[in-house]
């Protein structure tokens, strides 16, 4: 079946070629960026054939044919090892969204036959909520043994990407986020915000930390641009004139930026669950600031019946508030 939409993504707009071949994808060609996968983590055709059991000229000229089709240079051949082109980095990304969308499709459709199993792709952030959702998935799980779970551990905005490619099925999403395209159950934990920074750092023997304290201090904030415009609105007035040395949108290397003496984090709680407080301490904002997240999903997008029946069993779990659209 041709494959059309989001694997013809503008990054792709210097090769038509490129571009048309993402439309046209079958069966059979997706064997061959299955060949061609093997190659680029290889690095070498001979080890490549060995592991696919076919013969070293015969991978050779599905390469070379696969190169043909594209119009262009896929591999530098060397001596021993081979390497990727521009153009082979960029279809390796692309393959492996191809690949892996067509195995979960075919681990659903399997599923279809047989008693509740299959594979829940989820996503998440780094948040408090992730305890509900893990408590959630033990009561699923031990209602249906069978089924198996995928948890993807990124930003939400990179969770919502990766649901509308059909890569995930659920979504754990910290608000604030965009939901016109989702429906959605909004969990009852409240994320709190927090400041973050080294033990003898003077904030550290406050109560609680005020945007004025923070204001005279260098930052470390998070780098999506909703959540950075929440924080905006708690510093008011003073956010303009902030010194926001860096950015991150992974708690942890933001905590190794803030332990070695970078500036002071500015985080949600739930990111940084195994603290250690002889490296770093939390303390809460003032006034207070938190936010609340929310278990997503895409609308009018068939799911798999173990996603499905995931959905139903979180309306009704402890710890998940009201249903909303």
Excluded at 20 to 38: C, P, Q
Excluded at 92 to 99: D, F, K, M, P, S
Excluded at 116 to 121: A, D, F, H, L, R
């Amino acid at each position: 079946m041709p494959v059309s939409g989001p694997f013809c993504a503008p990054a792709l707009a210097f090769c038509p070629r490129m571009c048309y071949y993402f439309r046209e994808v079958n069966a059979m060609e997706l064997r061959v960026l299955r060949y061609f996968l093997t190659v680029a983590r290889e690095e070498n055709i001979t080890k490549a054939a060995e592991v696919l059991h076919m013969t070293q000229p015969t991978l050779s000229r599905q390469l070379s044919q696969l190169e043909e089709e594209l119009g262009v240079r896929l591999f530098e051949r060397g001596a021993r090892h081979i390497t990727l082109t521009n153009e082979g980095v960029l279809l390796r990304r692309r393959a492996q969204e191809l690949v892996s969308l067509a195995d979960k499709t075919e681990r659903e459709l399997a599923a279809q036959s047989e008693l509740m199993e299959g594979e829940i792709s989820l996503g998440c952030g780094v948040l408090d909520s992730v305890a509900v959702l893990a408590d959630l998935m033990d009561s699923f799980s031990r209602l249906n043994p069978g089924v198996t779970f995928e948890v993807f551990t990124s930003a939400a905005d990179v969770i919502r990407d990766r649901m509308d490619r059909g890569l995930t099925d659920v979504g754990l999403l910290l608000e604030p986020v965009s939901m016109d395209s989702y429906e959605f159950i909004r969990l009852g934990v409240r994320e709190s915000w927090m400041a973050v920074m080294r033990p003898d750092d003077p904030l550290a023997a406050q109560e609680s930390v005020t945007a004025a304290d923070l204001a005279r201090r260098e930052l470390i904030m998070p780098l999506r641009e909703a959540v950075k415009n929440e924080l905006a609105s708690w510093f008011g007035e003073l956010y303009p004139s902030l010194r926001i040395r860096y950015t991150s949108n992974i708690s942890t290397n933001a905590a190794i930026l803030a332990q070695k003496g970078f500036g002071i984090l500015v985080v949600i709680a739930g990111s940084l669950p195994f603290l250690d407080a002889s490296k770093l301490v939390m303390r809460p904002l003032s006034p207070p600031l938190s936010s609340t997240s929310v278990l997503a999903w895409k609308r009018g997008v068939p799911l798999s019946p173990a996603a499905t029946r995931f959905i139903e069993h979180a309306r009704c779990f402890p710890g998940i508030g009201k249903h909303e659209n």
